[in-house]
């Protein structure tokens, strides 16, 4: 019989037929085998038979399940509640064939590393809760960054607070007479709020210590605000008080505006159409921005009056979402920009991923050059979120699915959930990470200078605990939590 496994698979294959035989008291078959393959103590000991010894078992029924899904669609309405397509049985298989090679490339080490290293977490099917509550799309999630609390907007003016963890809608809060678009909680960190910014031309300030009282209204903006970001403290920014966040809005400007005042300090004019999205930097002395005008634009708020430091000029279409790359991630990416070595980790925004209409993701230097263009998703990209260990880029699209890029794979496409949502999946946030023996990450570093800000926010992050918890919304009216 000819090989056709290559000899690393044949070598796994072998210790854990071994590991299998052994488990099941079939000592003398599992000794025999060993022998033939002159598998000695040195290369399978205890701890390598310990590792392999539910192996097998979980690569057959995962086969044996999917492979009676694929035969039951085959069978036609006698067998299934409803007639399934050429393309479903087609799409079936295409899926089974996914499955079979992420089996085929694990090993014992792998998977549980996947399941217990928080670095190489990745979400999976099915999602821990679907939480149902919302009349119409969602458009919107934030997590708060102490709490087990999640807020999600929708279309249906309302928004929602969750527990995450339970699965169990909390409250609801009115306010907004139009769409709620975006969500984002921030503030100082002894008096973290929730920003909503909505269809009706305004961003609304909300208190979560007094049963998300709206303590203030902002307005200003001459179109639906589409995008609310509080801005992080403790640099030397001009903006970076803690107390600051800005918008983006279909009338072609960012505001920043002071939300212990509610008055807008800044007006940023650039774009030539509707900015969709916007994010600030780590240290909050930079702004991505993204618009229909299929450009990105990146701003500098170390000045007084914050001016574009480059334009990312690639897109074919309306650019949907925009990410700093954490400095986690720099060491991927530079391989990827062909660097010699990475930036340094004090330097908040070298690298940006964008996600547009035009199907496609696209990596950048903080020069705007384009380093690479990701494509994989079939329709609009809505959002984009770095994993916190840097190695993985994460998207959410029209065609209701969640990608998984590695990034230390040339940002090869490494895992796809492809009914992520029953309709197109709008939003995607990940989890604050846990600071150790410190306040949570958002908002101002209480009792330290503009002097050593930055040793404290690298202090926070060689602290932070990944949470390996993200949340999704979509157009099928669900919110949902995917978490290990």
Not at 346 to 368: C, H, N, Q, V, Y
Not at 408 to 416: D, I, L, W, Y
Not at 422 to 447: E, M, Q, Y
Request: hydrophobic residues 35%; aromatic residues 6%; proline residues 5%.
């Amino acid at each position: 019989m000819s090989r056709t496994l290559p000899a690393r698979q044949a070598e796994e294959l072998h210790k854990s037929i071994i590991a299998y035989l052994s488990a099941n008291s079939l000592q003398s078959s599992a000794t025999a085998l060993r022998e033939e393959l002159s598998l000695g103590e040195d290369v399978y000991d205890p701890a390598t038979a310990k590792k392999y010894e539910s192996l097998l078992e979980k690569k057959w029924t995962s086969i044996v399940r999917l492979q009676k899904k694929v035969c039951s669609s085959r069978r036609g309405p006698a067998f299934a509640p409803k007639m399934l397509t050429g393309d479903k049985i087609m799409e079936l298989e295409t899926r089974n064939a996914q499955l079979q090679s992420e089996l085929d490339n694990a090993t014992p080490t792998s998977i549980s590393k996947r399941n217990t290293d928080p670095a190489s977490w990745l979400p999976r099917a099915p999602a821990r809760h679907s939480m149902e509550g919302h009349r119409e799309p969602v458009n919107c999630v934030a997590f708060h960054p102490k709490f087990t609390s999640l807020a999600s907007g929708s279309d249906d003016c309302t928004i929602k607070i969750w527990d995450w963890e339970l699965g169990e809608a909390e409250q609801t809060i009115k306010g907004h007479t139009r769409a709620v678009l975006d969500l984002d909680y921030g503030g100082p960190k002894t008096a973290i709020l929730l920003a909503s910014c909505s269809s009706d031309l305004t961003i609304k300030l909300w208190d979560p210590a007094d049963g998300y009282k709206n303590i203030r209204t902002l307005s200003g903006h001459d179109h639906s605000v589409s995008a609310v970001r509080f801005i992080p403290s403790g640099s030397a920014g001009v903006f970076s008080s803690g107390n600051m966040l800005v918008s983006a809005s279909g009338d072609k400007t960012l505001k920043i505006w002071d939300s212990t005042t509610g008055y807008c300090v800044k007006t940023l004019s650039g774009h030539a159409d509707w900015v969709r999205d916007v994010c600030p930097s780590l240290d909050g002395n930079y702004l991505i921005s993204t618009s229909a005008d299929h450009m990105g634009r990146l701003w500098d708020l170390t000045l007084p009056n914050p001016e574009t430091k480059a334009t990312m000029i690639g897109h074919e279409h309306v650019v949907q979402c925009c990410a700093f790359a954490p400095p986690s991630a720099y060491q991927h990416l530079a391989a990827i920009a062909g660097l010699k070595k990475p930036p340094p980790l004090t330097s908040p925004a070298e690298f940006i991923a964008t996600g547009s209409r035009d199907k496609t993701i696209r990596l950048w230097d903080s020069r705007g050059t384009c380093l690479k263009v990701l494509i994989g998703h079939d329709n609009w990209i809505n959002a984009l979120v770095f994993h916190p260990s840097g190695k993985y880029l994460l998207s959410a699209a029209d065609d209701k699915s969640i990608r998984c890029w590695d990034l230390a794979q040339e940002a090869k496409c490494v895992k796809t959930l492809t009914e992520a949502h029953d309709h197109f999946v709008k939003c995607l946030r990940w989890a604050p990470s846990i600071i150790k023996d410190a306040p949570a990450t958002n908002g101002g570093s209480v009792g330290h200078t503009e002097t050593d800000s930055s040793a404290v926010k690298k202090l926070e992050v060689d602290n932070a605990q990944i949470r390996c918890v993200i949340a999704t919304g979509g157009v099928d009216q669900f919110v949902r939590v995917w978490a290990n």
